[in-house]
């Protein structure tokens, strides 16, 4: 197999990146110290001393770094760049001094118009089991930005514990650096840049593993989501990815949560932009797990649903789609068991006040 993408050897991109995020997350941590870029604890939360953000930084300078020494310059490379730094612009901002999410929102809208337009990353026809959807230019663009957005928010969304958002990202990383390797497609720019940012959120990820000694903070979270959705479209623009389902199926937990966020809050009359505290990773923590078991069980999962599609790249579809029934039926039997959709403790509480009631009629009857 070939290891060498622009001449470069792969472990090497990656040993690079990594060490320089490593370094530069104690030296970012003084700086979010000193700027008073703290994540202070509150109900909602689950650390409950302050914490310094600002960690997506050092994730941020290790790509740029990766990007001059094993990177080309190119047009849609640029859009990216440009996109990129809107959003830390904006993510430095709100871990510093709390940004409106609207605003946020209008931010992510124009890097991902930028990236689309000006980078031509967009949508022609989307493949989904076999099935194929055409866009003409600008329905296919339209989609594209949505992409983009919807990605980039939920990462965000999961980043609310210990190593959660870094651990997935990387899952992510490595499956499209191995597919795009199995494929011997290593040429396309999805690749070189997944292999830079694998080792730029490693490196952050050592600092970042329960228990944290910086978290990324939205200048983190919104950047690794955007790129995330970027290397998504790019490898399906360059057929890295032969269907679109196979980078949707490798973010099936921050996918599946931010669903479930929306539904539980509609349910409950709630604006779905409200924060609360019964996302997938709150509810393993209500099942008693402590944070790092409650981590290495998202990544186990996460990692099962990126075996589904390295098999399904492999054109082994029987058995991505056993592996897939088996992990939706897991996840469903999750949903109903815990309270990420319904509040059962409050249910609960209703049956026995009812029972109770009951109990006092009988004995007023009875007397």
Do not use: C
């Not at 011997?184 to 593993?209: E, Y």
């Not at 249910?347 to 006040?353: C, E, L, R, Y």
């Amino acid at each position: 197999m070939n290891l060498v993408v622009n001449e470069h050897n792969v472990f090497v991109i990656v040993i690079v990146t990594l060490l320089t995020s490593l370094i530069l997350v104690p030296i970012i941590k003084k700086v979010a110290i000193h700027v008073n870029a703290m994540d202070e604890p509150n109900a909602r939360k689950i650390h409950k001393v302050p914490m310094p953000r600002l960690g997506g930084l050092a994730i941020y300078l290790a790509f740029l770094l990766g990007y001059m020494l094993y990177g080309e310059v190119s047009t849609q490379m640029l859009s990216i760049l440009i996109g990129g730094f809107l959003l830390i612009l904006v993510g430095f901002i709100d871990d510093i001094k709390s940004v409106p999410a609207r605003y946020k929102l209008v931010v992510q809208i124009i890097a991902a118009t930028i990236v689309v337009l000006y980078g031509d990353l967009s949508f022609s026809e989307v493949s989904v089991f076999g099935y194929k959807i055409y866009f003409n230019e600008f329905w296919g663009s339209l989609a594209s930005i949505v992409f983009i957005v919807a990605i980039t928010n939920a990462i965000n969304l999961i980043d609310g514990m210990d190593g959660l958002a870094a651990g997935i990202s990387s899952i992510y990383f490595l499956t499209i650096a191995i597919i795009a390797f199995i494929l011997n497609r290593i040429g396309g720019l999805d690749v070189i840049i997944s292999l830079i940012m694998l080792g730029a959120t490693l490196g952050f990820l050592v600092h970042n593993f329960p228990p944290a000694k910086i978290f990324m903070g939205d200048s983190g979270s919104l950047f690794l989501g955007f790129m995330i959705s970027v290397i998504a479209l790019l490898g399906y623009k360059v057929t890295t990815f032969t269907s679109l389902i196979v980078p949707i199926v490798i973010l099936a937990i921050p996918i599946f949560d931010t669903i479930f966020a929306i539904l539980r809050r509609l349910l409950k009359g709630q604006n779905i932009g409200v924060a609360d505290k019964e996302h997938f990773h709150h509810q393993l923590l209500k099942m008693r797990y402590s944070q790092t078991k409650s981590i290495l069980i998202i990544y186990a999962i996460d990692i099962a649903f990126a075996a589904v599609s390295i098999f399904y790249i492999l054109g082994d579809n029987q058995v991505a789609i056993a592996i897939y029934i088996v992990l939706m039926i897991l996840l469903l039997f999750v949903v109903l068991k815990t309270d990420i959709l319904f509040d059962h403790s409050k249910k609960k509480i209703s049956v026995s006040k009812i029972s109770e009631k009951n109990k006092k009629i009988r004995k007023v009857k009875k007397k």
